[in-house]
T-cell receptor
Framework: AQSVTQLGSHVSVSEGALVLLRCNYSSSVPPYLFWYVQYPNQGLQLLLKYTSAATLVKGINGFEAEFKKSETSFHLTKPSAHMSDAAEYFCAVTGGNTGFQKLVFGTGTRLLVSP | DSGVTQTPKHLITATGQRVTLRCSPRSGDLSVYWYQQSLDQGLQFLIQYYNGEERAKGNILERFSAQQFPDLHSELNLSSLELGDSALYFC??????????????FGPGTRLLVL
């Protein structure tokens, strides 16, 4: 079975500070990993995904994530937080060749950005 | 805007009732997925349809059922509703039956409140 663990249900940063949202995965097959963002009262939007092409993945809005197999991690970072980054962030995993893609989500991390 | 539409946006009903949630996938997408987001269970995969056929099942209760129609829109039917069914229900779509690396595009969700 696959799973992801997101450390920290809430992360607070100041505007302009580094954003680091942690995600560790567990998978018996090579994983594919995703970060989605959910703004208030909206659906989930894909930020970026790891599909084994490159370990450092760049996404939208200045976010990036690095796949580290040795640490089973896929942490999300952004060098400088903006007020508009305040949202809930979900890490998700899938994998295998089962012919269907079931996204397994973490519990989410709410990012709070203060002026 | 992901291109996935869901109706209604909000639904308030009473225990024991039955409701139908509707989803239209992005143009060209043949797969539809349903997810439930609740405070206690987080984001959970319920069921997937591909081109009208059920493809995969997740943590979907027997009181819940879904179908995908020839025009590819999908409906999620929830019956004998309980207070614990109150949640945000998301629909997502993708092109294929489920390549693990494929992006799923999420709709804005239907917020169900059972009183």
């Amino acid at each position: 079975a696959q799973s992801v663990t997101q450390l920290g249900s809430h992360v607070s940063v100041s505007e302009g500070a580094l954003v680091l949202l942690r995600c560790n995965y567990s998978s018996s097959v090579p994983p594919y990993l995703f970060w989605y963002v959910q703004y208030p009262n909206q659906g989930l939007q894909l930020l970026l995904k790891y599909t084994s092409a490159a370990t450092l993945v760049k996404g939208i809005n200045g976010f990036e994530a690095e796949f580290k197999k040795s640490e089973t991690s896929f942490h999300l970072t952004k060098p400088s937080a903006h007020m508009s980054d305040a949202a809930e962030y979900f890490c998700a995993v899938t994998g295998g060749n089962t012919g269907f893609q079931k996204l397994v989500f973490g519990t989410g991390t709410r990012l709070l950005v203060s002026p | 805007d992901s291109g996935v539409t869901q109706t209604p946006k909000h639904l308030i009903t009473a225990t024991g009732q039955r409701v139908t949630l509707r989803c239209s996938p992005r143009s060209g997408d043949l797969s539809v997925y349903w997810y439930q987001q609740s405070l206690d269970q987080g984001l959970q995969f319920l069921i997937q349809y591909y081109n009208g056929e059920e493809r995969a099942k997740g943590n979907i209760l027997e009181r819940f059922s879904a179908q995908q129609f020839p025009d590819l829109h999908s409906e999620l039917n929830l019956s004998s509703l309980e207070l614990g069914d109150s949640a945000l229900y998301f629909c997502a779509s993708s092109e294929t039956p489920g390549q693990p690396s494929e992006t799923q595009y999420f709709g804005p969700g239907t917020r169900l409140l059972v009183l």
